[in-house]
């Protein structure tokens, strides 16, 4: 990959939004992507491998748990601030995005919000440095839009439950030291458990093959009678609700991430433009190409408004899940456009390494399916504004 030339745009002066300290948690995350990530991250997607030893640097610019309260480990920050990371984290890489997301929202905050004191104390401050590392398992072999319909189970047995079943596609699990992971009980109400590596008959096989998102690790959780403390059951909440709550919030983080990886693109192509002569002139002189950048900065900004003001509503604690459903499906869709416009605006040279656009175009196809795929998303506006639901 070239030199990491990337500076962001800002073409409605978003910044005079921000205060001192978001600026300067971007501006942190930024230098440090551009350090530590951009000269290994084309390396990384093409080995299919998370490059494990960025974790201690994640925790440290403040992205595992940014708003979890400090007295957890957590930088006890804003939401805004939250949207902000995650936006620096998918503009280098969805995948390097999706385990801070994944980290933050699936799996310390859930523990932060529904689980006990004992275990908040356990967890949350090893995952906070990245000393520990997480995964969320809700997704099965027979159920992934359909959460409430999974079979994985567990029976009592004294002071232990007795665990049965298998979740698919979970981010980090192959190397992840806990799963926060749902089930039923034998009421069949679902509850989140905290599967500890090392519990026997837990196994976390590498899925291969994937041709996104290459640069995270994706595999599955087995669970084979499991034998796992009743204690570490989350006791703060029951029901599909547990889930789809964490989901809130992790869509949340996609929104602004999507912007990041449309800005990157948008940048690369904006200076490839200027730079590559047709004709005589440079192709950023041809209606066409202006065209492109003309829409895609429009997009970009539209979408930068929407996630701002997301933002102040989550900050409030108002903002809806349908609210969080649209910015998400918007914004992913908005930057695989822009991804694919930004692709041929490079020619050939659009599907090589030394630019990153391609890269994200492919992460982009699973970022629009995982955290409810794009028609989903449509399905819960259509709900929300009709009250009536299309799903079943
Ligand atoms: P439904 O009957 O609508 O709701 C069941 C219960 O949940 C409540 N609820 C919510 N609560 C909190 N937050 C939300 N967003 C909520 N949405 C619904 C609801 O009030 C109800 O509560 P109660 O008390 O009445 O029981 O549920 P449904 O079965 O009809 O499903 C609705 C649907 C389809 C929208 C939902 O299942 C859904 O969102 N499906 C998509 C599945 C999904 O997003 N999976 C993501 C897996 S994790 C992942 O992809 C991580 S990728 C990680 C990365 O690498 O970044
Ligand atoms: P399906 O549910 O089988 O959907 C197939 C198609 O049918 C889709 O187009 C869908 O929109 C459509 N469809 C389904 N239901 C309806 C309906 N009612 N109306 C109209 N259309 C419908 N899950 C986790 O739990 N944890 C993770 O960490 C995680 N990480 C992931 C990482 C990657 C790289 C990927 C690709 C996925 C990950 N997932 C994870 C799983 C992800 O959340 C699911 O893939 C997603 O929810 C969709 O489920 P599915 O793939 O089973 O598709």
């Not at 600026?23 to 000269?39: G, N, T």
Request: contains cysteine; glycine residues 10%; charged residues 20%.
């Amino acid at each position: 990959m070239r030199t990491d030339l990337y500076q962001g745009h800002d073409y409605f002066n978003m910044d005079d939004l921000l205060t001192e300290e978001h600026k300067l948690i971007r501006d942190a995350a930024r230098a440090w992507v551009k350090q530590e990530v951009s000269p290994i991250i084309e390396d990384a997607a093409e080995n299919c491998k998370f490059p494990q030893h960025l974790l201690p640097g994640l925790g440290a610019i403040g992205a595992f748990g940014p708003y979890i309260p400090e007295e957890y480990g957590g930088a006890g920050l804003d939401q805004i601030s939250y949207g902000l990371l995650m936006q620096e984290l998918e503009r280098c890489d969805s995948g390097l995005r999706s385990t801070a997301s994944v980290q933050s929202s699936l799996v310390m905050y859930p523990i932060w919000k529904y689980g006990s004191e004992e275990q908040k104390k356990k967890y949350l401050p090893k995952l906070a440095t990245g000393e520990w590392i997480g995964c969320f398992g809700l997704t099965e072999p027979d159920h992934g839009s359909n959460p409430g319909g999974m079979v994985t189970s567990y029976v009592e047995d004294g002071d232990h439950v007795i665990l049965n079943g298998a979740k698919m596609w979970i981010s980090n699990a192959p190397f992840a030291e806990i799963a926060v992971i749902w089930a039923k009980n034998e009421a069949g109400r679902i509850h989140g458990l905290v599967v500890e590596r090392g519990m026997e008959g837990f196994s976390t096989p590498t899925m291969k093959g994937k041709w996104s998102l290459r640069a995270s690790d994706t595999g599955e959780l087995l669970f084979d009678n499991v034998r796992v403390p009743k204690a570490n059951i989350l006791p703060g909440r029951s029901g599909l609700g547990g889930p789809l709550s964490c989901l809130d919030s992790a869509r949340f983080g996609i929104a602004w991430g999507a912007i990041g990886a449309a800005l990157d693109c948008y940048d690369v192509a904006l200076r490839y433009s200027t730079e590559r002569h047709q004709f005589g002139k440079p192709i950023a002189a041809f209606q066409l190409q202006q065209k492109k950048l003309a829409e895609m900065i429009t997009e970009i900004t539209k979408a930068q408004l929407l996630t701002f003001r997301l933002g102040q509503l989550r900050n409030e604690g108002t903002a809806t899940s349908a609210q969080i459903s649209m910015a998400k499906r918007n914004n992913v869709d908005m930057a695989l456009n822009i991804a694919r416009e930004a692709r041929q605006m490079l020619g050939a040279m659009g599907i090589m390494n030394e630019y990153p656009i391609m890269r994200h175009m492919m992460n982009l196809e699973s970022v629009i399916t995982y955290e409810g795929t794009h028609d989903i998303h449509l399905l819960i506006t259509g709900l929300d504004v009709t009250g009536v639901s299309a799903f079943k």
